[in-house]
């Protein structure tokens, strides 16, 4: 095969490559009915410590003493007491004694027990067994308020619909004490919908094929004391809610996130940094063996603090990749002393070998078993994909074998909207300063592979000074007051090769077990990866195209000749920083600053030949921008730049390759030669 033919495979396969990148399918996500954010008019609600008005128990006395006989004498007679007058009026469903609430504020205390809700139970049938309901994406119908009403169990095992002030309380001595079983035959265990004011506490929720507990539409709510676990998406779920709090919690086991406050009320988009309140709270929780401890699409106006998020696969995130969540893109979650660490569970081996294909029921969940749900990076501390205004001081982020903080941008085409003016609208003005990296709260060193990973776009984002690993090399450093800034940039994309990587990876479905090749996200190492494949092609090409055009119009040339092997040490040095992508080092920038040398005595040899002179000043002006692409990635942020320099890097020289294709296939000219000594020019030989 002729150079030339080689070198159109070449173009074909990256062609071929940017079509799938550009075509990558979006991940799912939590899907519902329209809804909007609540009025702002309620309040966070108090615990009521007088006696409850409903009682539910199961039936079984010497099963119930069994229960209750290591706890404390106090707490035994009072459940004694309760058991009693519970066998005489109370009910042994919990959804009867929610079905018998007449008025707000009343009490609800369910007493040590398995609670199965058996009536619940038994699959749709009648009216309820086809509702003309729009599907998700993800197998279940989006229901109307209403239709929740007239079918309360199709997807509830516990529905509590319109309820005001209603507080349900465990009354044992720990969580595990009551514990409220869907058996993977409920998308939620517990569902409060639009019931502002409700309080939950001291009992657990488990095994659904969507959410433990969740709390949709509330303008009011407390989730106190209580534990969610083995759940195919989330734990703990509350969507488009405000005065919100969390406390004392604990969530594991589940295949998305273990505490997901999306779409909390948007009530502080339009300002800075100092907020007058926030929408939710989220403190004294644990949330750990899950894909990812916290999550939150358009979590915005969320405080948490206090908290350890440890052995998920990553340990917070805040996202706008999903279309359908009021209060795009997210904004003002301030994240504040909570222990971050060990983040690097591996749940996509389950996806892998079938695990997760079964169903929810025999995967095993109990025994450890997570199936992820979306595409994101393990091993990761907290993960921002497109967020504003969000805070990150003095958290404890240690022991992660990625990175401690992932910041990059989500154009708003990924949530569906497609005007110009709001593609560039993340991330900005994240703020990471005073956070202890790669130490424990004991004072111990447990470092973390990269302090940050960043794909350079957005304005106004700062991390602290002494982040010792990240990639790029330079960042913008936080000043003393929130707002300052030192060497900062206002980038309207992320660097190109980094873009193709996240493109790769969100080609994931856990559904079909599609996991995306070249990502090692997934476990791709060494050539494998997209980021070393892309670099291997473009070296390929113009080891290619430089040495044709050496052939052809710079051979015996000493200065082209130097020029072209400390391209090639460049490019050897591009491809080997590429596999070393979690912690890339000095390697990038020398690199860039090996090929820079090399494209500008390239450009000043075809000068010095008589070369084209655009093509030569093209060939010196890729030299200038490599070199100070470098100075950019390495030394210090360069102002005023659009975009980074690797995107004018990459069109231009799709264009120098183009016209070095073109000036080595013309035909060479003879060379001059002088007149024999004595004979006048011009005349015969």
């Given at each position: 095969?002729?150079?030339?033919?080689?070198?159109?495979?070449?173009?074909?396969?990256?062609?071929?490559?940017?079509?799938?990148?550009?075509?990558?399918?979006?991940?799912?996500?939590?899907?519902?009915?329209?809804?909007?954010?609540?009025?702002?008019?309620?309040?966070?609600?108090?615990?009521?410590?007088?006696?409850?008005?409903?009682?539910?128990?199961?039936?079984?006395?010497?099963?119930?003493?069994?229960?209750?006989?290591?706890?404390?004498?106090?707490?035994?007679?009072?459940?004694?007491?309760?058991?009693?007058?519970?066998?005489?009026?109370?009910?042994?469903?919990?959804?009867?004694?929610?079905?018998?609430?007449?008025?707000?504020?009343?009490?609800?205390?369910?007493?040590?027990?398995?609670?199965?809700?058996?009536?619940?139970?038994?699959?749709?049938?009648?009216?309820?067994?086809?509702?003309?309901?729009?599907?998700?994406?993800?197998?279940?119908?989006?229901?109307?308020?209403?239709?929740?009403?007239?079918?309360?169990?199709?997807?509830?095992?516990?529905?509590?619909?319109?309820?005001?002030?209603?507080?349900?309380?465990?009354?044992?001595?720990?969580?595990?004490?009551?514990?409220?079983?869907?058996?993977?035959?409920?998308?939620?265990?517990?569902?409060?919908?639009?019931?502002?004011?409700?309080?939950?506490?001291?009992?657990?929720?488990?095994?659904?094929?969507?959410?433990?507990?969740?709390?949709?539409?509330?303008?009011?709510?407390?989730?106190?004391?209580v534990l969610t676990r083995w759940n195919d998406e989330y734990g703990f779920l509350t969507f488009a809610g405000d005065h919100g709090l969390y406390k004392n919690c604990e969530s594991y086991g589940n295949g998305d996130s273990g505490i997901y406050p999306g779409s909390a009320s948007d009530l502080n988009n339009d300002r800075g940094y100092e907020v007058p309140r926030y929408a939710i709270e989220i403190t004294g929780c644990r949330s750990h063996h899950n894909m990812v401890g916290y999550s939150g699409t358009a979590g915005d106006s969320v405080y948490v603090h206090g908290n350890e998020f440890d052995h998920n696969m990553g340990g917070a995130s805040m996202d706008s990749a999903f279309p359908g969540h009021p209060g795009l893109p997210q904004n003002h979650a301030r994240f504040e002393n909570n222990r971050i660490h060990h983040n690097n569970a591996d749940y996509y081996r389950y996806i892998k070998d079938g695990t997760c294909s079964r169903p929810p029921a025999e995967r095993g969940y109990e025994q450890g078993v997570v199936c992820p749900q979306i595409s994101m990076p393990p091993g990761t501390g907290i993960i921002t994909a497109g967020g504003n205004w969000n805070l990150y001081e003095g958290n404890w982020v240690y022991g992660h074998d990625r990175a401690a903080f992932?910041?990059?941008?989500?154009?708003?085409?990924?949530?569906?909207?497609?005007?110009?003016?709001?593609?560039?609208?993340?991330?900005?003005?994240?703020?990471?300063?005073?956070?202890?990296?790669?130490?424990?709260?004991?004072?111990?060193?447990?470092?973390?592979?990269?302090?940050?990973?960043?794909?350079?776009?957005?304005?106004?984002?700062?991390?602290?000074?002494?982040?010792?690993?990240?990639?790029?090399?330079?960042?913008?450093?936080?000043?003393?007051?929130?707002?300052?800034?030192?060497?900062?940039?206002?980038?309207?994309?992320?660097?190109?090769?980094?873009?193709?990587?996240?493109?790769?990876?969100?080609?994931?479905?856990?559904?079909?077990?599609?996991?995306?090749?070249?990502?090692?996200?997934?476990?791709?190492?060494?050539?494998?990866?997209?980021?070393?494949?892309?670099?291997?092609?473009?070296?390929?090409?113009?080891?290619?195209?430089?040495?044709?055009?050496?052939?052809?119009?710079?051979?015996?040339?000493?200065?082209?000749?130097?020029?072209?092997?400390?391209?090639?040490?460049?490019?050897?040095?591009?491809?080997?920083?590429?596999?070393?992508?979690?912690?890339?080092?000095?390697?990038?920038?020398?690199?860039?600053?090996?090929?820079?040398?090399?494209?500008?005595?390239?450009?000043?040899?075809?000068?010095?030949?008589?070369?084209?002179?655009?093509?030569?000043?093209?060939?010196?002006?890729?030299?200038?921008?490599?070199?100070?692409?470098?100075?950019?990635?390495?030394?210090?942020?360069?102002?005023?730049?659009?975009?980074?320099?690797?995107?004018?890097?990459?069109?231009?020289?799709?264009?120098?390759?183009?016209?070095?294709?073109?000036?080595?296939?013309?035909?060479?000219?003879?060379?001059?030669?002088?007149?024999?000594?004595?004979?006048?020019?011009?005349?015969?030989?």
């Amino acid at each position: 095969m002729s150079w030339t033919r080689r070198f159109l495979a070449v173009l074909a396969v990256a062609g071929t490559l940017l079509a799938a990148l550009l075509t990558a399918p979006p991940a799912l996500a939590h899907e519902e009915r329209p809804v909007g954010f609540p009025d702002g008019a309620g309040s966070v609600p108090v615990h009521r410590d007088e006696e409850p008005d409903l009682l539910v128990c199961k039936k079984g006395r010497a099963a119930f003493e069994r229960r209750i006989a290591s706890f404390p004498q106090a707490l035994l007679e009072k459940n004694r007491t309760l058991y009693d007058r519970c066998l005489r009026e109370g009910y042994r469903h919990l959804q009867q004694a929610v079905d018998a609430v007449d008025r707000p504020g009343t009490t609800i205390a369910i007493l040590p027990g398995l609670y199965e809700e058996e009536p619940s139970q038994p699959a749709p049938s009648g009216a309820c067994a086809r509702l003309d309901a729009p599907d998700s994406q993800l197998g279940y119908q989006i229901l109307s308020f209403a239709q929740q009403k007239q079918c309360p169990h199709n997807q509830n095992l516990v529905a509590i619909l319109g309820k005001k002030d209603l507080q349900i309380e465990g009354t044992g001595a720990r969580r595990t004490d009551v514990v409220i079983d869907a058996k993977y035959q409920k998308l939620n265990a517990i569902r409060a919908d639009s019931s502002d004011g409700v309080y939950f506490k001291n009992f657990t929720a488990q095994r659904t094929t969507f959410n433990a507990l969740y709390v949709l539409a509330g303008d009011g709510f407390v989730i106190d004391d209580v534990l969610t676990r083995w759940n195919d998406e989330y734990g703990f779920l509350t969507f488009a809610g405000d005065h919100g709090l969390y406390k004392n919690c604990e969530s594991y086991g589940n295949g998305d996130s273990g505490i997901y406050p999306g779409s909390a009320s948007d009530l502080n988009n339009d300002r800075g940094y100092e907020v007058p309140r926030y929408a939710i709270e989220i403190t004294g929780c644990r949330s750990h063996h899950n894909m990812v401890g916290y999550s939150g699409t358009a979590g915005d106006s969320v405080y948490v603090h206090g908290n350890e998020f440890d052995h998920n696969m990553g340990g917070a995130s805040m996202d706008s990749a999903f279309p359908g969540h009021p209060g795009l893109p997210q904004n003002h979650a301030r994240f504040e002393n909570n222990r971050i660490h060990h983040n690097n569970a591996d749940y996509y081996r389950y996806i892998k070998d079938g695990t997760c294909s079964r169903p929810p029921a025999e995967r095993g969940y109990e025994q450890g078993v997570v199936c992820p749900q979306i595409s994101m990076p393990p091993g990761t501390g907290i993960i921002t994909a497109g967020g504003n205004w969000n805070l990150y001081e003095g958290n404890w982020v240690y022991g992660h074998d990625r990175a401690a903080f992932f910041l990059s941008a989500v154009p708003a085409f990924i949530r569906g909207e497609g005007a110009w003016s709001k593609q560039t609208d993340t991330s900005h003005h994240n703020r990471y300063a005073g956070n202890r990296l790669g130490t424990d709260p004991e004072g111990n060193r447990v470092p973390n592979r990269t302090d940050v990973w960043w794909d350079g776009q957005g304005g106004g984002n700062c991390w602290q000074p002494g982040a010792t690993t990240s990639t790029p090399a330079t960042l913008p450093v936080c000043g003393t007051a929130r707002g300052d800034v030192d060497g900062g940039s206002d980038r309207l994309v992320g660097e190109p090769v980094k873009l193709a990587q996240l493109m790769v990876c969100a080609d994931y479905d856990a559904r079909s077990a599609r996991v995306p090749a070249g990502c090692d996200w997934y476990g791709a190492r060494g050539v494998e990866r997209v980021e070393t494949q892309l670099a291997l092609a473009a070296a390929a090409v113009l080891i290619l195209v430089g040495a044709v055009l050496w052939r052809r119009r710079l051979r015996g040339d000493r200065l082209a000749g130097a020029a072209l092997l400390l391209g090639l040490a460049g490019l050897a040095l591009d491809v080997a920083g590429s596999t070393l992508a979690l912690r890339p080092g000095p390697l990038p920038a020398l690199a860039l600053l090996a090929t820079g040398l090399a494209w500008a005595g390239l450009g000043a040899a075809l000068a010095r030949r008589h070369a084209a002179r655009g093509f030569a000043t093209l060939t010196l002006l890729l030299g200038v921008l490599t070199l100070a692409d470098a100075f950019d990635q390495a030394v210090h942020l360069i102002p005023w730049t659009p975009v980074g320099l690797g995107w004018p890097r990459l069109v231009l020289g799709l264009v120098w390759v183009l016209w070095a294709v073109a000036s080595a296939a013309r035909r060479t000219p003879e060379p001059e030669t002088a007149p024999p000594a004595g004979q006048p020019e011009g005349s015969p030989a």
